[in-house]
């Protein structure tokens, strides 16, 4: 069965400094892989996305995440966090189905603090 | 950019009582889903659907739960006879048509409030 952990429930960074949110799935198949970010009483926002190809890929307000599939890992970054990055973070696991992806199976999520 | 967009944001309701949540995919889109998210949990599948018809559903989605799409821009989810562990927020999400790449877009959420 699919699933997805996110081992960090909250992390809070300074501001300007570097972040990292983990991520681990597990997909008998090539899954495909998402970062959403909710901030308090929003929606799910689309960070980015990975489906194939270069496995580093470039995400908005310039976060990346990087597949690893020997480790089974779809990590987030950013080099330089500001402020208003401060939200919760889902890491996501769909599959091919048809023309979409299917139901999309999220991990409880990682609430990032910035201190000033 | 086009948005999802639900109504109401925040809906009380005794138990018990029927609830129909709505949402507006984006106009282009062909694939609905619903999603919950109880507090402090993750967020789980309910229900997909797609050319007028459910085409999976998780365990949660049992018959208290119904999804239509009643006209060419609506996109409902019923709860009949509500509980309060249907206390949640839910979402609505859309995804375009053509190949499976196309990243679902979610809406702000409806929180229902079960009393």
């Known amino acids: 069965a699919q699933s997805v952990t996110q081992p960090d429930i909250h992390i809070t960074v300074s501001e300007g400094a570097s972040l990292e949110l983990r991520c681990n799935y597990s997909y008998g198949a090539t899954p495909y892989l998402f970062w959403y970010v909710q901030s308090p009483g929003q929606g799910l926002q689309l960070l980015l996305k990975?489906?194939?190809?270069?496995?580093l890929v470039q995400g908005i307000k310039g976060f990346e995440a990087e597949f690893k599939r020997s480790q089974s890992s779809f990590n987030l970054r950013k080099p330089s966090v500001h402020w208003s990055d401060a939200a919760e973070y889902f890491c996501?696991?769909?599959?091919?189905?048809?023309?979409?992806?299917?139901?999309?199976?999220f991990g409880k999520g990682t609430k990032l603090s910035v201190k000033p | 950019e086009p948005e999802v967009t639900q109504t109401p944001s925040h809906q009380v309701t005794q138990m018990g009582q029927e609830v129909i949540l709505r949402c507006v995919p984006i106009s282009n889109h062909l694939y609905f889903y619903w999603y919950r998210q109880i507090l402090g949990q993750k967020v789980e599948f309910l229900v997909s659907f797609y050319n007028n018809e459910i085409s999976e559903k998780s365990e949660i989605f049992d018959d208290q739960f119904s999804v239509e799409r009643p006209d060419g821009s609506n996109f409902t989810l019923k709860i009949r006879s509500t509980k309060l562990e249907d206390s949640a927020m839910y979402f609505c999400?859309?995804?375009?048509?053509?190949?499976?790449?196309?990243?679902?877009?979610f809406g702000d959420g409806t929180r229902l409030s079960i009393l």
């Open positions: 996501a696991v769909g599959r091919q189905i048809g023309g979409s992806q299917g139901n999309l199976i």
């Open positions: 990975y489906f194939s190809g270069d496995t």
């Open positions: 999400a859309s995804s375009a048509p053509g190949r499976s790449n196309q990243p679902q877009h």
